[in-house]
C-alpha cells in the first residue's frame, strides 16, 4: 500500500516547489529543516527528485509552502488535470498550474512559460 500511496504524488512538482520557496527566502536546506521538521537529508533526496515523502512530510511541507495538497496530486485520467488553486495563492503559482493543465504545453514549455512568467511578474509586480 506504501508505494501506491507514493505514487499518488508528483514528488518533482513538490521538489520545484521546496527548492523555488527556499532559494527565494534565501534559507539552507538546514533552515528549511528546522521551519518544517523534515531532515535536511529528506528535503535534499526531494529537490533532486529520488526522494519519496511520508504523508506526514508531504503535510509539513504543504503547509510551509502555503499549497494545496490537492496540486501534488496525479490523477488517473492524466489527459484531463484540473486546475486547483485556493484565493490565497500567488499569482505565478496560479499562473503555472492553468500553464500545466493546458493539454496543448507540453510540461517543459509549461514550466519555461511559468518560470518566464514568475520572473516578470516579480520584476513588474509592487512589492510591499
Known sequence: MGLKNESLINTVELGRAIKR??????LSLRDVADLTDVSASTLSRIENGT?????DNIARLTQWLDMPV????????ESVEPVIYYPHEATPEIVEAHLRADRKLSPE???ALSELFRVAYQ??????
Open 21 to 26: 520557496q527556499r532559494e527565494e527566502l534565501k
Open 51 to 55: 526522494g519519496r515523502p511520508d504523508a
Open 70 to 77: 490537492d496540486r501534488l496530486m496525479k490523477h488517473a485520467d
Open 109 to 111: 514549455t509549461a514550466e
Open 123 to 128: 520584476q513588474f509586480s509592487k512589492r510591499k
